[in-house]
């Protein structure tokens, strides 16, 4: 797939879930559409980022430190700027010098667990991306109207099978790390299958978490993977695991959730299930049935490959941002001077409550009346008999 026009892109993001994670995917998504991609991975350069209030998770704001970066932004010279994942974002007087340049787009793969810190300052993006459905109306709520609903996806290399690996096999499998709903489930799988656990804080049958290539391994290494979504605040979300366990042609069980019935067909392209019991159920009526399940796996992964791919999902986003009408300034030539006119010492950042709202300016001090300055000044009397010098007599003490 070609993108309709050739961008140029500056993707800062880390990879905290490795090469197999959503971030990763996404900037794979834009080298498959053609755009042309400058990476900035502040994984592997923590000294770009200033993290006042230790937010992780997602939870921001984590600032990314502009001043060490302009440079290299401004030789560029892009049309668009990504800030992915983890909380990413600049202080608003960086992000307006950027935005007289180039449209600056902010994805928050974490949600909806982060929405309650970056609604704060999404509305500073010129577009804010979030997967998650129940995240989008929290973001409306709290007047963020740059939000955009865009689910998670794959790129092209979820597609490509692999050979099995001995110590990943298995009947059936749950990539991600434990939760408490999560184990209550396994240990109902694991008295009635041979069961692979792969993340971290699974008490059994765990292989440890897998990443890059070995995700790929695990997937490919069983036919059947169960995701069990994760619970935030009483917000269910689908996750990325629905969407890659299709792609790599696995049968996927899943909790129905009406925010993945728009992109699959329950019982047709992924099974759903309403507990462990119901779940065990099913997943013993396709073992029995290979034929059956193989073929709603085939309508899954074909589902995915035509409507769940991350060159799809970009290509509508820049849709988006061309029909939004942002035109930035040229950038200005190399030799010019400093292409951001930024201060030398960037403005210290207020609390993430004063990020979505100034604070009020203080009040003057009050003022005490004029006439009561005048009875208190001290009269032409007493000022002369201060001016006097001593007799030298000592007062007697009383008493």
């Known amino acids: 797939m070609a993108a309709r026009r050739a961008y140029r892109v500056t993707f800062i993001g880390r990879y905290r879930e490795g090469a197999a994670g959503q971030a990763r995917s996404l900037f794979l998504g834009l080298h498959e559409l053609g755009h042309v991609v400058q990476e900035i991975n502040v994984g592997r350069r923590p000294d770009l980022l200033r993290n006042p209030w230790r937010r992780s998770g997602g939870h921001g704001p984590v600032f990314v430190r502009l001043d060490r970066i302009a440079a290299e932004i401004a030789a560029f010279r892009p049309d668009v700027i990504f800030l992915v994942g983890g909380g990413l974002t600049f202080t608003r007087r960086e992000m307006a010098a950027l935005r007289e340049h180039c449209a600056v787009v902010g994805f928050t793969l974490e949600d909806p667990a982060a929405a309650g810190t970056v609604s704060r300052y999404a509305g500073m993006f010129t577009l804010h991306v979030t997967p998650s459905l129940a995240a989008a109306r929290l973001y409306r709520e709290a007047g963020c109207r740059s939000t955009l609903y865009l689910p998670y996806a794959v790129d092209a290399r979820f597609f490509v099978p692999r050979p099995a690996a001995p110590q990943f096999q298995a009947q059936v499998a749950v990539i991600g790390h434990a939760t408490p709903r999560r184990i209550e489930i396994a240990r109902t799988l694991a008295g009635q299958f041979d069961l692979r656990l792969h993340g971290r804080g699974w008490p059994f049958g765990t292989t440890g978490p897998v990443r890059g290539d070995d995700w790929f391994r695990a997937a490919w290494s069983t036919p059947m993977l169960v995701h069990i979504p994760r619970s935030h605040d009483g917000l269910e979300s689908p996750g990325p695991g629905v969407f890659e366990g299709t792609a790599a042609g696995r049968l996927v069980f899943t909790a129905y959730l009406d925010e993945l ?19 065990a159920a099913k997943i013993r009526y396709y073992l029995e049935r290979p034929g059956e399940a193989e073929a709603v796996a085939a309508a899954g992964r074909r589902r995915t490959g035509r409507d769940h791919t ?45 990020e979505a709202e100034p604070a009020p300016p203080a009040e003057p001090a009050p003022q005490e009346p004029e006439a009561r300055r005048r009875r208190r000044a001290p009269s032409r009397r007493r000022r002369r008999a201060r001016a006097r010098p001593s007799s030298g007599r000592v007062r007697p003490a009383r008493g």
């Open 261 to 279: 019935r728009p992109h699959f067909n329950y019982g047709e392209e992924i099974i759903g299930f309403e507990d462990g019991d119901d779940l």
């Open 310 to 354: 991350w060159a799809q999902r970009l290509d509508h986003l820049f849709a988006r941002l061309a029909g939004a009408g942002e035109q930035g300034r040229p950038w200005p030539p190399l030799d010019s001077g400093p292409a951001l006119r930024l201060s030398r010492r960037p403005a210290r950042a207020a609390p993430p409550a004063a």
